[in-house]
């Protein structure tokens, strides 16, 4: 799928418009999500112009995917989430019902969590 630099992750990378950010480095800013689902909701997105998590382990350089993933870590330290507990997940294409076409993680924390996804059985 290609990149549509319109998205609206695209105009934060760009400061077009605000977010609350929580972390920054060369290659990732982490920000809390503007409707959060959880008491504690980030997400970390990838500065480079990836759609998915499939691009991006696909294309990525060794730099970008090494410092995507230390700023994961430090989002953690710096919200103090790992103690208790807290997920990580990313959504992807028309199954995972991806909507903003950037690959971004979210951080979910701040309660039990529960199960990972209701069973298929269910
Ligand atoms: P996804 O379905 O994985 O693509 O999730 C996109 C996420 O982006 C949702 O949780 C939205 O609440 C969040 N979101 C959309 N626009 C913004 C924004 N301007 N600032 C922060 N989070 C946003």
């Not at 990732?28 to 689902?37: E, K, N, V, Y």
């Not at 993933?69 to 919200?79: D, F, H, Q, T, Y």
């Not at 959504?91 to 993680?105: A, C, M, R, S, T």
Request: with cysteine.
């Amino acid at each position: 799928m290609a990149y549509n630099d319109q998205n609206i992750f695209a105009k934060i990378l760009r400061g077009d418009i605000p977010c609350d950010k929580v972390y920054e480095n060369d290659y990732a800013l982490a920000f809390r999500d503007i409707a959060p689902q959880t008491p504690v909701h980030v997400l970390v997105i990838p500065k480079g112009p990836y759609v998915s998590y499939v691009e991006f382990s696909e294309q990525a350089s060794d730099a970008e995917l090494a410092g995507f993933m230390r700023a994961v870590g430090a989002v953690a330290a710096e919200l103090g989430i790992a103690e208790a507990g807290s997920r990580i997940l990313s959504n992807q294409g028309e199954d995972g019902n991806q909507e903003v076409p950037h690959f971004h993680l979210h951080m979910l924390a701040g309660k039990n969590l529960g199960r990972m996804i209701k069973p298929i059985d269910e």
